[in-house]
């Protein structure tokens, strides 16, 4: 990794103007990578702008330089983009980006943890032994010796709360636990991450996850429970379908099966599904590929065409 981080702060220092793109409807990993690299190329005299295909959602917005975000896919029209740092993303269609960067001339910095990773990049800087993307980018300021700020040091923070479900899952190693200790000294802001991400359920918000968990249903064949939302449950509750976040992860606690999985039916008609294990012996990626997605090996997701009842019959009657 040593050569890699020094190979890429180099072609930072010379890049004129760089993009960075965490995946589609990012989450804290994704926008606290960009946020910290943002920081380090603000300090550099650079100008980077954040590209989003979506709407970020409310809990994140207490991340540093969110208002340098851009949602309009006519960015990519500037030629005069020379680097393009893409984010915790195994491939370039998760990231929101393949159709909009196929002629541009633009070098790909591709920095990300997950296993199923295309390698895309013109520098890859792919660990996917990491718990986190944002456990990467501290180790390449640590590897190019760039000093910690608070901003820096929270937005980091954020990364390694997100993907390790607050310290509670399969991606809490004792490198992600000394890099949060060594974070928190530096200024990270625990109590305002978790004030944000975790403390911000509303009585709609709670009822909407009570009509999903009642629906739940175990698979005795294939060891899995499963649930789903609907777009009718989101508009009779009132939420958005960002509120339902957190319910893939909460399914973690269930005793006894191998395998959980939650559907969503998206504002545009497709089905979004989520899958998570905490067994060893089982790889979630490997079934989400099958759909289209990927992930990590516990927890991985997809986005498809079809119904909910059509799509879970898929999963139901894979070998």
């Given amino acids: 990794m040593l050569h890699t981080a020094k190979q890429i702060n180099h072609h930072l220092l010379g890049a004129k103007k760089v993009v960075i793109v965490p995946h589609q409807n990012p989450d804290g990993d994704a926008l606290g990578s960009a946020a910290a690299l943002t920081d380090y190329l603000v300090s550099l005299g650079k100008n980077p702008q954040i590209f989003c295909p979506a709407p970020i959602l409310k809990k994140m917005q207490f991340l540093p330089y969110l208002e340098r975000v851009i949602y309009t896919p006519a960015v990519f029209e500037d030629l005069s983009i020379d680097t393009i740092i893409v984010l915790d993303s195994g491939d370039l269609r998760y990231a929101g980006i393949d159709h909009l960067i196929k002629t541009h001339p633009a070098d790909i910095i591709n920095i990300d943890h997950h296993h199923t990773n295309e390698r895309y990049g013109k520098i890859n800087l792919v660990v996917p032994t990491a718990s986190s993307t944002s456990e990467i980018v501290f180790n390449f300021f640590k590897h190019n010796h760039i000093g910690l700020n608070h901003k820096v040091a ?166």
């Fill in 154 to 319: 929270t937005a980091l923070l954020t990364g390694l709360v997100s993907d390790t479900d607050n310290f509670s899952n399969g991606a809490t190693s004792s490198e992600a636990l000394s890099i949060a200790s060594e974070l928190i000294r530096a200024g990270g802001n625990l109590n305002l991450i978790n004030g944000w991400t975790l403390k911000n359920k509303t009585p709609d918000v709670l009822r909407l996850w009570g009509a999903t968990l009642s629906r739940l249903t175990r698979h005795e064949g294939l060891d899995l429970a499963y649930t789903y939302l609907t777009r009718e449950d989101l508009i009779k509750n009132n939420v958005s379908e960002s509120e339902s976040e957190g319910i893939a992860n909460y399914l973690n606690n269930l005793d006894g099966v191998k395998i959980s999985l939650i559907l969503k039916e998206t504002e545009d008609g497709k089905i979004k599904g989520s899958f998570r294990t905490t067994r060893d012996d089982t790889d979630v990626s490997a079934l989400a590929k099958k759909l289209g997605g990927g992930g990590h090996k516990k927890a991985a997701g997809f986005t498809t065409a079809g119904t909910i009842k059509e799509v879970l019959a898929k999963i139901l009657t894979e070998k």
